[in-house]
């Protein structure tokens, strides 16, 4: 079953409110890029949606075998990331974990479900 058109917009504007609050502390203290907690949530929130997904039979296998090698890099990325800072998610995330945070999140916002 198909959600309506206004619950992928309201569903993005909530994430995007989400995530520019969640950015003010990272903005305030001068570094302008976001910790490793904000980047887990980056990428949290659309993984949920497109399990969700998945489990309702709503994206293809070719589209599964996309985000599941985009996110095992993301995660093999930040857990070494996350460990490089002793387990401090507060620390800002580094550049290449970054560009892979953001390429699973393009890759799942480009699934139509």
């Excluded at 910790?35 to 994206?59: E, H, I, S």
């Amino acid at each position: 079953m198909k959600n309506s058109p206004a619950f992928p917009r309201a569903f993005s504007l909530s994430l995007l409110a989400i995530l520019l609050l969640s950015g003010c502390a990272s903005m305030q203290s001068g570094s302008g890029q976001p910790t490793l907690k904000q980047t887990q949530m980056y990428v949290d929130w659309p993984m949920t949606r497109y399990r969700n997904a998945v489990a309702a039979g709503a994206v293809t296998l070719g589209e599964q075998q996309q985000v599941n090698a985009a996110y095992a890099s993301y995660q093999s990325a930040f857990a070494a990331a996350v460990q490089a800072a002793h387990s401090n998610y507060d620390t800002t995330t580094p550049d290449n974990v970054q560009q892979l945070a953001d390429q699973v999140v393009s890759i799942v916002s480009a699934i139509p479900y």
